[in-house]
Each structure stands twice: as structure tokens, then as C-alpha cells.
């Protein structure tokens, strides 16, 4: 059975920084990527950003230029760096894991809260 493990969130000051970790076990086929996805209250969840096997990755607009997606193969593990945080990145962050074969696996999430 795959495992998703997050770590890392908080309470952080605006403009201060978090980074997020997920390490996957268990994983039974290849992995295609990995990532993160956010939600707010009364919110639907969105993306935050992906990673590929191959290193290719993908932002949501809102965090271009202040995340930094990151991957370890060997571990499976993968790692956001989240700077200048802003009041409206307060959410629950989702790791997300796809495999070549079935549904997308999600951690159990992590809270992350930006307030002075």
C-alpha cells in the first residue's frame, strides 16, 4: 500500500518561509510525478505545482517566482521551498503522488498559515 508522508507546515509570518516535504513508500509501479496541491477554506483545491520523473515542472501562476519544486528519485520524496509567503497562501497543502498505473495518491495533507 503506498504511503504518503508530508512534513514541514506551520505558522509563518508574511513574507517569511516554509519548505514542505513528502516521501512516498510503498510505491508498486513507476512514479510520473509528484507534487503539491493547496486548499483554502470554502475553496476548491488547486495546484501548486509538479514535478515529472524527467525533472519537468509546473507552477500555478499565483506562486511563479516564490516556489521552488524539488525532487529526489532515490527517495521518492519531494520538497517544495515556499518564500515570501503571502497571507493568501494560508491553506492545507496536499502531496500528491501519480504512478504509471492507477488513480493519483494523496497525503493526508499539512497545515500552512501566513499571519503576522
Known amino acids: 500500500q503506498v504511503q504518503l508522508v508530508e512534513s514541514g507546515g506551520g505558522l509563518v509570518q508574511p513574507g517569511g518561509s516554509l519548505r514542505l516535504s513528502c516521501s512516498a513508500s510503498g510505491t508498486r509501479f513507476p512514479i510520473n510525478a509528484m507534487g503539491w496541491y493547496r486548499q483554502a477554506p470554502g475553496k476548491q483545491r488547486e495546484l501548486v505545482a509538479t514535478i515529472t520523473a524527467d525533472g519537468a515542472t509546473n507552477y500555478a501562476d499565483s506562486v511563479k517566482g516564490r516556489f521552488t519544486i524539488s525532487r529526489d528519485n532515490a527517495d521518492n520524496t519531494v520538497y517544495v521551498q515556499m518564500n515570501s509567503l503571502k497571507p493568501e497562501d494560508t491553506a492545507v497543502y496536499y502531496c500528491?503522488?501519480?504512478?504509471?498505473?492507477?488513480?493519483?495518491?494523496w497525503g493526508q495533507g499539512t497545515q500552512v498559515t501566513v499571519s503576522s
Open positions: 500528491m503522488l501519480s504512478m504509471t498505473w492507477g488513480a493519483p495518491i
